[in-house]
């Protein structure tokens, strides 16, 4: 049985471009509602938000902020996932992104907090045509 999410990433700010390094950067941020249908079952009596869950919000900013030279790219890994505190409902995940070419591929690089600071880090690799 797989669980919605409904959390949904909002723009803080537009991808914009370090012409420089090449990277790419965006903000994003996330509303944890109370009413998150993965609240049921972890924990009934102590909520925190699975850290899959919170990949998954990573993954849709990122997506939602493709650098326009990376078109047509679909995730090919989670290259790093790092859970440095627990995120409770409520809360506003604060992800911010860089993109990097590298080589054929795109990385991006998400550093994810809230209120309290720091909850997670992730890299995701990006390739052409990679399939889900």
Request: proline letters at 8%.
């Amino acid at each position: 049985m797989t669980t919605a999410v409904l959390a949904r990433p909002r723009t803080v700010r537009e991808p914009g471009h370090d012409t420089g390094t090449g990277k790419w950067s965006a903000r994003y941020s996330v509303v944890i509602d109370a009413e998150e249908p993965v609240f049921a079952g972890h924990y009934p009596d102590f909520p925190i938000f699975p850290g899959v869950c919170v990949l998954e919000c990573v993954r849709t900013a990122a997506e939602t902020s493709v650098p326009p030279g990376a078109g047509g790219v679909r995730l090919a890994s989670v290259e790093s996932g790092r859970f440095l505190a627990a995120v409770h409902p409520g809360d506003v995940l604060d992800i911010e992104l860089v993109w990097e070419p590298r080589g054929s591929d795109w990385r991006c690089t998400a550093k994810v907090a809230t209120g309290r600071g720091p909850a997670a880090t992730a890299r995701l690799r990006y390739r052409h045509g990679a399939a889900r």
